[in-house]
């Protein structure tokens, strides 16, 4: 059975730091594109952050560039996403999702073969 376990998320303020993290099982960790999506209330699921297989190569949407950064531990089977300078239209849930044999490149909901159940980060002003 595929378990996608976020964990990581709260409340912070506006300029703070927040260290997502993403544990699998049941899946070989390595064969797997990973990513973060989020969803803010009324809005569609948007793209965040991608690693591919190795953890060699790294993408960011631009509203997160510079500020968020993706990693992942394929010995511990876990990928990261380190949130610096939070601000609030950061504030959503955070879906960790892995995309079999992906490319960073297309790495999309539609693409997506196993997702986490999310996890709530609120950023206040």
């Known amino acids: 059975q595929v378990q996608l376990v976020e964990s990581g998320g709260g409340l912070v303020q506006a300029g703070g730091s927040l260290r997502l993290s993403c544990a699998a099982s049941?899946?070989?960790?390595?064969?797997?594109?990973m990513g973060w999506f989020r969803q803010a209330p009324g809005k569609e699921r948007e793209f965040v952050a991608a690693?591919?297989?190795?953890?060699?190569?790294?993408r960011y949407s631009d509203s997160v560039k510079g500020r968020f950064t993706i990693s992942r531990d394929n010995a511990k089977n876990t990928v990261y996403l380190q949130m610096n300078s939070l601000k609030p239209e950061d504030t959503a849930v955070y879906y960790c999702?892995?995309?079999?044999?992906?490319?960073?490149?297309?790495?999309?909901?539609?693409?997506?073969?196993?997702w986490g159940q999310g996890t709530q980060v609120t950023v206040s002003s």
């Open positions: 999702a892995a995309d079999f044999g992906g490319l960073v490149a297309r790495f999309r909901p539609e693409s997506i073969d196993y």
């Open positions: 690693v591919n297989r190795s953890g060699a190569m790294t």
């Open positions: 049941g899946v070989t960790f390595s064969n797997y594109a």
